[in-house]
C-alpha cells in the first residue's frame, strides 16, 4: 500500500512495509507505513521535519496516524532505553521502584535535562509498575532485535 503524498506530511524518506515489521502486530497492523518528510505543521518559511506513523482502517487513511517532531522520536527512544536499563535493576525494590526517590535518571539535553521518573501520582503505581516490567519483559526480545539495530547504526554514524 503506497502511503499517500498529497496529504499536509509530505513524506520524502518512507517504510511502506511496516505492518509486516510491526512488534506484536506484525501481519496484523493497522499501521501500513512509518516516513520522515516535510512537517504538516509548516509556517510559510519555516521548514520543519517529521516522522509520521501512517495508519489505515482498510478502506481509508485514518486520522490517528500519528506525527511527531524528529526530536520528539529520539527523546522516546530515549526514554524507552533509560527506561528499559532501569528495569534491568528494579527487582532489588520491593515495589519495583523507591517510593522516597522517584526520579530514575536527568539526561542532559539542551542546556537543561530531561527527567525520568516513576510516575508515582498514579493511584496504581504499585501494580501498573508490575504490568509494565512484565509486559517489558515478554517483549525483550523483540525490542532488543530494534536496540541492537539501532546500537550498530548509530556506531556506523559515528556515535
Not at 532501569?86 to 527487582?91: G, I
Amino acid at each position: 500500500m503506497k502511503i499517500p503524498t498529497t496529504l499536509k506530511h509530505k513524506p520524502v524518506i518512507i517504510s511502506e512495509n511496516y505492518e509486516r515489521v510491526d512488534g506484536r502486530y506484525a501481519g496484523n497492523s493497522d499501521a501500513k507505513g512509518l516516513s520522515l518528510g516535510l512537517a504538516q505543521w509548516n509556517d510559510r518559511g519555516k521548514v520543519d521535519i517529521s516522522a509520521k506513523v501512517w495508519r489505515y482502517t482498510g478502506e481509508k487513511w485514518s486520522r490517528q496516524s500519528e506525527e511527531l517532531p524528529m526530536h520528539r522520536v529520539l527523546d522516546l527512544a530515549i526514554l524507552i532505553c533509560r527506561s528499559s536499563l532501569y528495569f534491568q535493576e528494579a527487582y532489588r525494590f520491593p515495589k519495583m521502584y523507591d517510593p522516597e526517590h522517584s526520579t530514575i535518571d536527568r539526561v542532559g539535553l539542551q542546556g537543561d535535562a530531561m527527567t525520568v521518573s516513576v510516575c508515582d501520582e498514579n493511584p496504581m503505581i504499585d501494580q501498573d509498575i508490575k504490568l509494565f516490567a512484565q509486559a517489558l519483559s515478554d517483549d525483550s526480545e523483540m525490542i532488543g532485535e530494534r536496540l541492537k539495530v539501532l546500537s550498530r547504526v548509530l556506531k556506523e554514524m559515528g556515535y
